[in-house]
C-alpha cells in the first residue's frame, strides 16, 4: 500500500514533533505538513507543506486528492482555556475539522484517521483517581464537551460506515521544542522557560492540583503506535484513555529544585483551575496497554532532567 500521510495542524505543540517523527520514519515526501499558518523554519524547511483551514471541507478534499492522502492526523483543535474564552468558536473548529476527516472517511477518500482525545472529556463526577476507560462523563468545559461528542461521532462513524479511525485521550504533554497554546496544562512547558530564565514561577493553579501528564517522546511513540496496530487490535473506536505520570505544581517544583536549588514557586489560581479540578488526577490505561501494546518510558524525574538540558541550551 502506497501510504501518503496528511497532517492537519502541523505547527501545534503535538503537529510539530509528530511531522518530523513521521517524515523520518516514512520519508519526507510522504509526509504533507498543513496548517493555517506557517509553522518554524526548522518544520517548513523538512518536507512539503500547504496552507489548509481545517473547518474548509472542500479546501481539505482538494489537498487530499492532489496529494493522493491515504491517512489523516487531525491536530488542529482549540484548547481548554482558550475554549473557556470563545466557546462557540472553540466547537466550530473541534466539531468541523472532525467531521471534515470523517466524511472524507466515509467517501473512501482517506483510509485511516488519527483524532486526538484529551482527559477533559471527563467532568466534576468521574472517579478522580485511577479513571477508568468506561465511567461517569459530564465535562462541565467547552473543550470537553466537543471532544466528548467527538468520541461519540469518531465510534459512530465506525459502526455505521466502516471508519477506520483511531484516537488516544491525550493527558497534559510535555515538551521543548513547540510551546503548546491556550491548555490548562501548560504551566507545566512554561514552569521550566520560567525556572531557567528567572529562578521562579507563578503557577496558575495550585500547590496540590495533581493531574496526569506525558513527555511528548511518549506521546509521539503512542500516535504512531496506535496508527501502525493492525486494526483487529483496535477496539475501542471512541477514544482510548493513555496513562503515563501524574504531578502537581508542587512535585515539579522540587523536581525542579533537584536541579535548580534557588528555584521557587508561587501560586496565585485563576480561571484555569475550576478546569483543572473537574479533571481526572490519574488515569487507568490498562486496555491501551493490553490491546496494542502501549507502554510509557519517562517518568518526572527523567523529563525535569531533558526539559532542563534541552531549555539550558
Ligand atoms: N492539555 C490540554 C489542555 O490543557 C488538555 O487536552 O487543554
Redesign the pocket.
Known amino acids: 500500500m502506497k501510504k501518503r500521510i496528511l497532517i492537519v495542524g502541523a505547527c501545534g505543540q503535538i503537529g510539530t514533533e509528530l511531522t518530523t517523527e513521521l517524515r523520518s520514519r516514512f520519508g519526507s515526501h510522504k509526509v504533507i505538513a498543513s496548517d493555517i499558518r506557517e509553522g518554524s523554519e526548522e518544520l517548513m524547511r523538512s518536507g512539503p507543506f500547504e496552507i489548509l483551514d481545517a473547518t474548509d471541507y472542500y479546501a481539505m478534499e482538494d489537498l487530499v486528492m492532489r496529494h493522493e492522502i491515504t491517512e489523516v492526523y487531525l491536530m488542529a483543535a482549540m484548547?481548554?482555556?482558550t475554549a473557556e474564552k470563545f466557546p462557540l468558536k472553540a466547537w466550530n473548529l473541534n466539531m468541523n475539522s472532525l467531521f471534515n476527516v470523517l466524511n472524507l472517511a466515509k467517501e473512501k477518500k482517506i483510509e485511516k484517521i488519527f483524532w486526538p482525545s484529551?482527559?477533559?472529556v471527563f467532568g466534576g463526577t468521574t472517579p478522580k483517581k485511577d479513571t477508568p476507560q468506561r465511567t461517569i462523563m459530564e465535562p462541565s468545559t467547552a473543550?470537553g464537551i466537543s471532544?466528548q461528542t467527538g468520541e461519540r461521532w469518531c465510534e459512530y462513524y465506525h459502526h455505521k460506515y466502516g471508519v477506520d479511525v483511531r484516537s488516544i485521550r491525550?493527558?497534559?504533554?510535555i515538551s521543548y521544542k513547540t510551546l503548546?497554546g491556550?491548555?490548562?496544562?501548560?504551566y507545566a512547558v512554561d514552569i521550566f522557560h520560567k525556572a531557567i530564565k528567572h529562578n521562579r514561577y507563578v503557577s496558575f493553579l495550585s500547590a496540590e492540583t495533581t493531574l496526569p501528564m506525558m513527555y511528548m517522546d511518549d506521546a509521539i511513540k503512542a500516535t504512531i503506535g496506535i496508527m501502525q496496530a493492525p486494526a483487529g487490535q483496535i477496539k475501542i473506536r471512541s477514544s482510548y484513555n493513555l496513562g503515563a505520570i501524574s504531578f502537581s505544581p508542587k512535585d515539579i517544583s522540587e523536581s525542579i529544585q533537584e536541579h535548580l536549588p534557588e528555584f521557587r514557586m508561587e501560586y496565585k489560581p485563576d480561571f484555569r483551575q475550576a478546569?483543572a479540578d473537574s479533571w481526572p488526577q490519574s488515569i487507568d490505561d490498562s486496555e491501551a496497554r493490553d490491546d496494542w501494546g502501549w507502554a510509557h518510558e519517562y517518568d518526572l524525574e527523567a523529563t525535569t532532567r531533558i526539559m532542563l538540558e534541552n531549555l539550558s541550551n
Do not use: N, V
Not at 170 to 173: D, F, T
Not at 182 to 186: M, V, Y
Open positions: 484548547l481548554s482555556a484529551s482527559i477533559a473543550y471532544k491525550y493527558p497534559g504533554l503548546p491556550g491548555g490548562t496544562t501548560d478546569i
